[in-house]
């Protein structure tokens, strides 16, 4: 079993920059890795995915450019650096483990998910 800790998240002016982290157990290269998203009174949303073998990395739409995700092997992290944060980014953060990812897009895809960290953007 796998189990993800989120950290970084906070209150952050718009137009700054915040790093999030996920701290991962178990074997973390046998894992696609992503983040996702969730607003009050919204769905779930995929922001970005770095896959196990290629570490090829997706990301929406609305993040790319600003935001950039990452591994850290040795010390079994995940994380995301958000550059040019905007209102609309405000959400609780989760990292994700998937053991065999399709599209990769969906959360029903992943297998294990962290409690979330609160990203507030202030305007």
């Known amino acids: 079993q796998v189990q993800l800790v989120e950290s970084g998240g906070g209150l952050v002016q718009a137009g700054g920059s915040l790093r999030l982290s996920c701290a991962v157990s178990?074997?973390?290269?046998?894992?696609?890795m992503a983040w996702f998203r969730q607003a009050p009174g919204k769905e779930r949303e995929f922001v970005a995915v770095i896959r196990r073998s290629s570490g090829t990395t997706t990301y929406a739409d609305s993040v790319k450019g600003r935001f950039t995700i990452s591994k850290d092997n040795a010390k079994n992290t995940l994380y995301l650096q958000m550059n040019s944060l905007e209102p609309e980014d405000t959400a609780v953060y989760y990292c994700?483990?998937?053991?065999?990812?399709?599209?990769?897009?969906?959360?029903?895809?992943?297998?294990?998910w962290g409690p979330g960290t609160q990203v507030t953007v202030s305007s």
């Open positions: 994700a483990a998937s053991r065999v990812l399709l599209e990769g897009l969906r959360p029903r895809e992943y297998d294990y």
């Open positions: 178990g074997l973390f290269s046998s894992y696609s």
